[in-house]
């Protein structure tokens, strides 16, 4: 296998990681929010934290790095219209998930309080997954056209 089929099946598996990560995480933090149950609560949160602290940052950077020597080694042209949208896209999903990061550890360490003092959760948890809410969508949707970008180059 070459060097540039080993960065290239890296990359692949790191966009995999983020992607599934995400996807995963996401769905059990909004199943976990909706239960009503504080102590699962806690515990979800506790994970999803760890899961993007193990997995999802860790191939965020790679993918920077990786997509750098790909273009630079493939002989894609850098300002490549497809590429510049995967870069602004990949930018937008940054900018989604830096802040869902806060929000992650702001929520857990409420849905933690309030497990641990066994009283409601206040407003600001709310609000907090609100944005969390939101936030990610436009995340999951950049993700998923830089996908299609990677496959098909238009």
Request: charged content about 10%.
């Amino acid at each position: 296998m070459s060097a540039y089929d080993l960065v290239k099946t890296l990359h692949v598996i790191s966009a995999t990681l983020i992607f599934g990560t995400g996807l995963g995480t996401a769905f059990y933090m909004w199943r976990g929010h909706r239960a009503g149950d504080l102590r699962a609560l806690a515990v979800i949160s506790r994970n999803v934290v760890l899961a993007d602290t193990i997995f999802t940052a860790p191939a965020i950077a790679f993918q920077a790095g990786s997509g750098a020597w790909l273009i630079w080694n493939g002989g894609f042209d850098p300002l490549a219209p497809w590429l510049l949208w995967a870069y602004g896209l990949f930018a937008l999903a940054g900018a989604c998930w830096l802040p869902v990061v806060w929000l992650q550890l702001r929520i857990r360490d409420l849905a933690v309080a309030a497990a641990g003092e066994g009283s409601a959760l206040p407003p600001r948890y709310h609000r907090y997954m609100g944005y969390w809410f939101r936030l990610g969508w436009p995340a999951f949707l950049a993700v998923v056209v830089i996908f299609y970008l990677m496959v098909a180059k238009p």
